[in-house]
């Protein structure tokens, strides 16, 4: 082949790669924060005493610390409901967000127990639901109420150390339709930090391969008692 035609075979090539990268980068850009553009939710329990635990090595005694780790012995709270993607997920889809109404944050004070927590989640990810301030926190309450939490969790007086997949064995026993495919487990160095678990937009339990792609990988896993355990 004559080298003028193969450069020219290259060169046509590589535009063509470039006008389809080109597309696609488009459609995603279309999409990226539209409000109400995704395809599930991610509702995430963060365990609380492990988080009470990370905060106070940090030294991190602020108000929404306070708020949730001197009060009432959490076990697992809501840190939110998170409109995702296949890949990837949308943030802050409106800029500045409207103002969420005091008394909406006050009323879902029993689940995710601090007031900065409820307002940061309206921001970043309510504003993505497409939903109105009111209709997206009755949203994560419906979501909430769909998943139960094993009872051994639910009192918990000692340290207990667990595998990441037993934590999901646990949850997936008494939660008819939930597979592992549809769960993870987060972790830091030591601690579990979160169970998450993929829900339709109808809030019904579905899988989602990228959040388990992004599970906790060790063994074990360090869940410190409630509150006075």
């Not at 995702?84 to 969420?100: I, N, T």
């Not at 160095?189 to 579905?206: G, T």
Request: glycine content about 6%.
């Amino acid at each position: 082949m004559p080298r003028s035609v193969a450069i020219s075979r290259f060169l046509i090539s590589t535009a063509a790669l470039v006008l389809c990268s080109a597309v696609a980068a488009s459609a995603q850009d279309r999409r990226q924060n539209a409000p109400g553009e995704f395809d599930f939710y991610v509702l995430a329990l963060s365990w609380s005493p492990s988080f009470c635990e990370a905060a106070n090595e940090r030294g991190n005694t602020g108000r929404g610390t306070q708020a949730q780790c001197s009060g009432r012995p959490y076990s697992f709270v809501v840190h939110g409901l998170w409109p995702q993607y296949e890949r990837g997920f949308p943030e802050y889809c409106q800029r500045p967000s409207p103002r969420l109404a005091r008394g909406i944050m006050t009323s879902m004070l029993d689940l995710m127990p601090a007031p900065g927590l409820v307002f940061n989640e309206w921001d970043k990810h309510g504003t993505c639901s497409g939903l109105g301030e009111r209709a997206y926190f009755e949203t994560i309450r419906k979501a909430r109420a769909t998943v139960k939490i094993p009872e051994e969790f639910l009192q918990l007086s000692e340290p207990k150390t667990i595998a990441p997949d037993e934590l999901e064995a646990a949850f997936i026993k008494i939660n008819p339709g939930l597979s592992n495919a549809a769960i993870s487990v987060t972790c830091d160095s030591k601690r579990l930090s979160e169970v998450r678990i993929c829900l339709s937009k109808d809030l019904q339990f579905r899988s989602c391969e990228e959040i388990d792609r992004r599970a906790c990988r060790r063994d074990q896993v360090l869940m410190p008692p409630m509150r006075g355990g």
